[in-house]
């Protein structure tokens, strides 16, 4: 028998499955507790307020981002890894995408979300730097023509990186 999943658990995936359908200005959390059909009461009892239940959603989000987003050790970031890094990113995007359909919304509403999403858009763009600066050396022609160049696999023209791209045929 497959363990029970605890009332708080579930009212965060169930708010996360109403946030994505139909935004979250749209979903009050008496429509979170009818949708489970549980009393308001017991959601209080787990939640204060709908911003308690988006806190808990954009934790999760940032732990699952922080996850997969780390450079590796003692190397230099493949083109599989960045692969990696892309498809991960688009795929939480997409399973919390409320987040990012009304963020002007959500982070006027809530003072403290604000901060933790400034703090933590800051350390993605600090963590892709490297990455943008490597993309740039690539691209600047004052570190010469592509044929003059020294081959750098971490250029999207390098022959390794073209042919590990999917072909698309129209």
């Not at 959601?43 to 911003?51: A, D, T, V």
């Not at 498809?87 to 995408?97: D, F, G, P, Q």
């Not at 919304?105 to 763009?125: G, N, T, W």
């Not at 993309?135 to 004052?142: G, H, L, M, S």
Request: some cysteine; glycine content about 4%.
């Amino acid at each position: 028998m497959a363990p029970r999943i605890k009332t708080s658990e579930r009212i965060v995936l169930n708010s996360l499955e109403l946030f994505n359908q139909q935004g979250e200005r749209s979903i009050s959390t008496n429509h979170i507790a009818a949708h489970m059909e549980i009393s308001p009461g017991n959601l209080y009892y787990h939640f204060p307020n709908k911003q308690a239940i988006i806190a808990v959603l954009f934790s999760e989000y940032e732990s699952l981002v922080d996850s997969f987003l780390r450079p590796p050790q003692g190397r230099a970031a493949t083109v599989e890894d960045k692969r990696f890094y892309l498809k991960e990113l688009l795929s939480a995007m997409w399973r919390y995408r409320f987040l990012h359909r009304d963020l002007e919304h959500l982070l006027d509403s809530d003072p403290e979300l604000a901060a933790r999403y400034r703090r933590f858009s800051h350390a993605l763009r600090d963590s892709g730097r490297g990455d943008l600066r490597r993309f740039r050396r690539c691209r600047d022609p004052r570190y010469g023509s592509r044929a003059d160049r020294i081959p750098d696999p971490q250029c999207l023209d390098h022959p390794d990186v073209v042919g590990a791209l999917p072909v698309h045929h129209p």
